[in-house]
């Protein structure tokens, strides 16, 4: 075991990864980091004992400060604070997942929901006898600047189902697509109007 007490081992330890930032304001463009490898060169016994901690090591903390100047991952910065976690070994280097960092100001948008009354197909001799309810008449989106920006201002809904001639009361999913980086409050939309039967009335 006095192998054990020579200075000279090296060792790679995973450890997880905590990628701090203002996550109400900004938006990260790319998976963030989640787990980087430090090499660390000391004692065995040390090593032994780190190695046997980094089973269940707390995260390293990265803060970003400013996600709009900020992209990639400094190094130096990230080594000192891992220092600070072996002040018995030496960190030799650091190597994470990805260095790279990409963020976007997140915005929300507000779009009405409309419902495309002139393409409602009703069988021949009925009518759309009441106003057309629609709820939600307002989304909000939630996501990264350059996503929101390419939303429509304002979200048309059509009725699929031919010939109706029987009060309508249905719920119909919004057409928008669907992106990880985008929070939308409502996916589906609840349309309901009344029918009624048109009677020509016809005067002697």
């Known amino acids: 075991m006095n192998v054990l007490n020579k200075d000279n ?4 330890l995973n450890y997880p990864l905590d990628i701090e930032y203002d996550n109400s304001a ?3 463009m790319q998976p963030l980091p989640k787990r980087i490898s430090v090499n660390v060169s000391g ?3 040390t ?3 780190k ?3 980094n089973f269940n090591a707390n995260p390293v903390v990265y803060k970003v400060n400013n996600p709009n ?3 990639f991952i400094n190094s130096t910065t990230l080594t000192d604070q891992i220092t600070e976690l072996f002040p018995n070994l030496h960190v030799n280097y650091v190597i994470a997942d990805t ?3 990409n963020f976007e100001r997140k915005i929300r948008k507000i779009i009405p929901i409309r419902v495309d ?3 409602i197909n009703i069988r021949d001799g009925y009518v759309i006898s009441s106003i057309i309810n629609v709820s939600p008449s307002l989304i909000s989106v939630d996501g990264p600047i350059s996503l929101i920006r390419s939303y429509p201002d304002t979200i048309r809904v059509a009725v699929p189902t031919p010939k109706i001639q029987n009060n309508f009361d249905e719920s119909l999913p919004i057409p928008l697509p669907v992106s990880p980086l985008v929070e939308v409050s409502h996916r589906d939309v609840y349309i309901s109007f009344e029918v009624a039967q048109y009677l020509n009335v016809i005067t002697p």
């Open 117 to 119: 009354s002139a393409a």
């Open 9 to 12: 081992y090296s060792i790679k």
């Open 26 to 28: 900004f938006v990260p």
């Open 51 to 53: 190695s046997w901690l």
């Open 43 to 45: 004692d065995g016994w």
């Open 99 to 101: 260095f790279e960092l």
């Open 69 to 71: 100047e900020a992209s």
């Open 47 to 49: 090593l032994l004992q």
